[in-house]
């Protein structure tokens, strides 16, 4: 990627601040004054997948364009350096620099993780920004992470998801009972809560464990890289929405000492390149999951809504588990109760304007 090139496309993306247009205003000549430094990136995400792990590498093409080449990060895959859920532990003790992962994917280092990446029945992923960027949400977030010595960079964003492949239909709660089902977080402790059985395991081993019997349903992102992952070719339905999953930033977690070791202008370049990946990654998949879904449903993917009934029964189980948590996590208190309020307001506000003219276009079936 050419300086310019990056120059021209971050900047129409809005996310350049003062300080970062005065720092690569400065060229490739100051950047010669400045050390070479080379990080190790390990990614949580399958290789196969040029959405999440191709943000990884997108944005150490763009820390190489604006650093002129001295500031350089190599991205590694999963087992690569440390297996996919190793990548906290990896940061934290400083085995890598830095990593690309989801904070969900580690309740039992502490739950209130999750907030950096989705709570189910949470927001979506314009709430989610919002709340990051402006409202408050990106400092709670810092002095969580800076307790298991990290700083937390907002690094793209599934959107709304699937809620995943089924080998059997899921018709109330009680079909629920005793389903083996891949997921994370939270989404797991409510799907153990209504029944199910919950496992965890990493993305490029769900469509086996779905053809060899060991799962009964696994869930990932949605059409695009699902389909990548050879999931409509491992069971018959394909649910939604996934509830617990109403968008999902995937961040850059830095360890803390390297971090503050790095001249300032290469802390900005992080603070440009994770800002373009972050609205990258959900411009990419919003282009792309539409032509999949069709042809999912051209070669007969049974597409299925989850019933009422079980969305309901989600719902109050989920806020029931983070009341209980909040009562017990100082941590997950002190970041939970402004997000509720956030959430409640901006719910408020989008179910007015936004929501209706969603509405209104998605069930549109005149002319035009």
């Known amino acids: 990627m050419e300086r310019r090139d990056f120059l021209s496309g971050a900047g129409a993306a809005g996310a350049l601040s003062a300080a970062t247009l005065a720092a690569l205003a400065a060229g490739s000549a100051s950047a010669q004054n400045l050390p070479a430094v080379n990080w190790r990136l390990t990614s949580s995400f399958p290789k196969s997948l040029d959405t999440i792990y191709g943000g990884a590498e997108q944005f150490a093409r763009i820390i190489d364009a604006i650093t002129g080449g001295r500031f350089k990060i190599t991205v590694a895959g999963p087992g690569k350096i440390v297996p996919a859920l190793g990548a906290f532990e990896a940061v934290q003790k400083g085995t890598v620099e830095c990593t690309h992962t989801a904070g969900y994917y580690f309740p039992n280092i502490n739950k209130a993780l999750a907030f950096d990446t989705t709570l189910p029945f949470g927001m979506n992923q314009r709430q989610h920004n919002a709340w990051v960027y402006t409202g408050g949400g990106l400092e709670l977030l810092r002095g969580l992470f800076a307790q298991y010595n990290m700083v937390n960079f907002p690094m793209g964003n599934t959107g709304a998801q699937m809620g995943g492949w089924y080998n059997k239909e899921i018709r109330n709660v009680d079909d629920v009972k005793g389903l083996k089902i891949r997921i994370p977080g939270f989404g797991a402790e409510i799907w153990k809560k209504l029944g199910a059985d919950p496992v965890s395991m990493p993305g490029g081993e769900i469509a086996a464990a779905l053809r060899d019997k060991k799962i009964d349903a696994g869930e990932w992102v949605g059409p695009y890289d699902d389909e990548k992952l050879g ?32 001249p300032p202008p290469y802390k900005e370049a992080i603070s440009v390149a994770t800002g373009w990946v972050n609205q990258w990654m959900m411009a990419a998949y919003d282009s792309r999951n539409p032509q999949v879904y069709k042809r999912m449903i051209g070669s007969g993917t049974r597409v299925q809504l989850f019933p009422n009934n079980f969305m309901i029964a989600a719902y109050r189980a989920a806020f029931a588990i983070y009341d209980a948590e909040a009562a017990t996590n100082p941590a997950f208190k002190k970041i939970y109760e402004p997000w509720k309020r956030y959430r409640a307001e901006i719910n408020e506000w989008h179910k007015t304007a936004e929501a209706a003219m969603t509405n209104f276009l998605g069930n549109w079936r005149g002319e035009g």
């Open 231 to 262: 999931l409509p070719l491992a069971a018959r339905f394909y649910y939604y929405p996934a509830w617990w999953e109403p968008s999902a930033t995937l961040s850059l977690y830095v360890n803390k000492a390297a971090y503050e070791a790095l």
